[in-house]
């Protein structure tokens, strides 16, 4: 029933590397965190690609399956614009918090947010009682987000500075990928709902589909590592090394009782499997120092002591001075909440100072 269709394969590829970051994500994340919210989208997108049609081409009957099975198709129209919905309600918020510019904060303001779940609401009702309606408008929708999208990470990239203006341009290339794949299928999706009534995808239209979440997780996940999110950087550290002394465990233990099940019996694979246990426990103490080797060349510059917390505790702050002065200077409003940061984050006044003399310093003329 499985065939070896690429489009089939990479839809699979795109939606397990989605999901397994997002879960990641959510792990090593606090609640109500730009990561957070990362991990919802990502979800959200893994399932839009679940409950696409590119996913039936994992089965050798692709396309076909639509006539063996019936009942796929009213499920999928289902399933599929409820995840597109999903992203419509989920992306633009995502971005005010990730990015903070003049052109994403509205979508930071909780009226907003309500009114563009409710629209998001709409069109999916539409899709299902209005299919020909519904359906052009989700289209369309998704191809104006991901436009939109794209213009944000782009103008975050040029007005910012600093440690904002890193986050921004790795934001800026890997969302972009997926932006411009996605904008182009929807944009080429609403035009066909809007003149043809239905859209006729060939192989080239998958295959763009896909890439664009194949090529952009990686690329995310990078930006990640690399934009360091305060706090989530030595989490992330430590799941790694967690991971890496877990799987030696269950690698060697499974190798080891599996082998001498096969070759000798179940009983003595049992055996096997307790005496590699304890040789494991015998050995912990190299083992652990080689997880932490692998975790620290994953991450080198991630320490977990306090001059290290002090260092990131400075680039949060010269960020979010940074944020502040995109529209050309800091209001009264946002001094007063960057006194409160300071001081929750315990940073002199004098560091403080420094940072934005700095700052200001950088400004082109």
Same mark, same amino acid.
């Given at each position: 029933?499985?065939?070896?269709?690429?489009?089939?394969? %990479?839809?699979?590829?795109?939606?397990? %590397?989605?999901?397994?970051?997002?879960?990641?994500?959510?792990?090593?994340?606090?609640?109500?965190?730009?990561?957070?919210?990362?991990?919802? +989208? +990502?979800?959200?997108?893994?399932?839009?690609?679940?409950?696409?049609?590119?996913? +039936?081409?994992?089965?050798?009957?692709?396309?076909?399956?639509?006539?063996?099975?019936?009942?796929?198709?009213?499920?999928?129209?289902?399933?599929?614009? %409820?995840?597109?919905?999903?992203?419509? $309600?989920?992306?633009?918020?995502?971005?005010?918090?990730?990015?903070?510019?003049?052109?994403?904060?509205?979508?930071?303001?909780?009226?907003?947010?309500?009114?563009?779940?409710?629209?998001?609401?709409?069109?999916?009702?539409?899709?299902?009682?209005?299919?020909? +309606?519904?359906?052009?408008?989700?289209?369309?929708?998704?191809?104006?987000?991901?436009?939109?999208?794209?213009?944000?990470?782009?103008?975050?990239?040029?007005?910012?500075?600093?440690?904002? #203006?890193?986050?921004?341009?790795?934001?800026?290339?890997?969302?972009?990928?997926?932006?411009?794949?996605?904008?182009?299928?929807?944009?080429?999706?609403?035009?066909?709902?809007?003149?043809?009534?239905?859209?006729?995808?060939?192989?080239?239209?998958?295959?763009?589909?896909?890439?664009?979440?194949?090529?952009?997780?990686?690329?995310?996940?990078?930006?990640?590592?690399?934009?360091?999110?305060?706090?989530?950087?030595? #989490?992330?550290?430590?799941?790694?090394?967690?991971?890496?002394?877990?799987?030696?465990?269950?690698?060697?233990?499974?190798?080891?009782?599996?082998?001498?099940?096969?070759?000798?019996? $179940?009983?003595?694979?049992?055996?096997?499997?307790?005496?590699?246990?304890?040789? %494991?426990?015998?050995?912990?103490?190299?083992?652990?120092?080689?997880?932490?080797?692998?975790?620290?060349?994953?991450?080198?510059?991630?320490?977990?002591?306090?001059?290290?917390?002090?260092?990131?505790?400075?680039?949060?702050?010269?960020?979010?001075?940074?944020?502040?002065?995109?529209?050309?200077?800091?209001?009264?409003?946002?001094?007063?909440?960057?006194?409160?940061?300071?001081?929750?984050?315990?940073?002199?006044?004098?560091? $403080?100072?420094?940072?934005?003399?700095?700052?200001?310093?950088?400004?082109?003329?």
């Amino acid at each position: 029933m499985f065939a070896t269709d690429l489009r089939g394969i %990479l839809t699979l590829l795109s939606i397990l %590397l989605c999901w397994i970051l997002a879960v990641w994500l959510f792990r090593v994340s606090e609640k109500g965190s730009t990561a957070r919210m990362l991990s919802v +989208l +990502l979800s959200a997108e893994g399932f839009t690609l679940a409950s696409s049609s590119a996913f +039936l081409f994992l089965f050798s009957a692709g396309m076909a399956m639509y006539e063996l099975y019936p009942w796929i198709d009213p499920l999928q129209h289902k399933l599929h614009y %409820l995840g597109d919905a999903a992203m419509i $309600a989920l992306y633009p918020p995502f971005l005010a918090a990730a990015l903070n510019t003049r052109l994403a904060r509205p979508f930071g303001r909780k009226p907003v947010r309500i009114g563009l779940a409710v629209y998001a609401a709409t069109i999916y009702i539409l899709s299902q009682v209005v299919p020909q +309606l519904g359906i052009t408008l989700v289209y369309m929708s998704m191809s104006l987000l991901f436009i939109y999208a794209l213009v944000v990470a782009i103008h975050a990239w040029i007005v910012s500075s600093g440690q904002a #203006r890193t986050r921004a341009r790795i934001f800026g290339i890997a969302f972009g990928v997926r932006d411009i794949c996605w904008g182009y299928i929807y944009f080429q999706s609403f035009r066909a709902m809007l003149f043809d009534g239905e859209v006729d995808a060939d192989m080239a239209f998958y295959i763009v589909y896909i890439l664009g979440t194949l090529i952009a997780v990686p690329i995310i996940a990078y930006g990640i590592l690399r934009a360091h999110l305060f706090d989530i950087d030595l #989490r992330i550290k430590w799941t790694i090394k967690q991971s890496t002394l877990a799987g030696i465990f269950v690698a060697v233990m499974f190798l080891i009782s599996e082998g001498a099940s096969t070759f000798l019996s $179940a009983e003595l694979g049992n055996v096997a499997g307790l005496l590699a246990a304890a040789v %494991l426990m015998f050995f912990l103490a190299p083992l652990q120092r080689f997880a932490e080797q692998v975790s620290s060349a994953a991450m080198p510059k991630t320490r977990n002591t306090p001059e290290y917390e002090a260092f990131r505790k400075m680039q949060v702050y010269e960020s979010a001075i940074s944020e502040a002065m995109i529209d050309g200077g800091i209001s009264p409003k946002e001094r007063a909440l960057l006194a409160h940061l300071r001081e929750s984050l315990g940073i002199s006044e004098t560091d $403080a100072e420094a940072i934005e003399r700095d700052l200001e310093n950088s400004q082109p003329a």
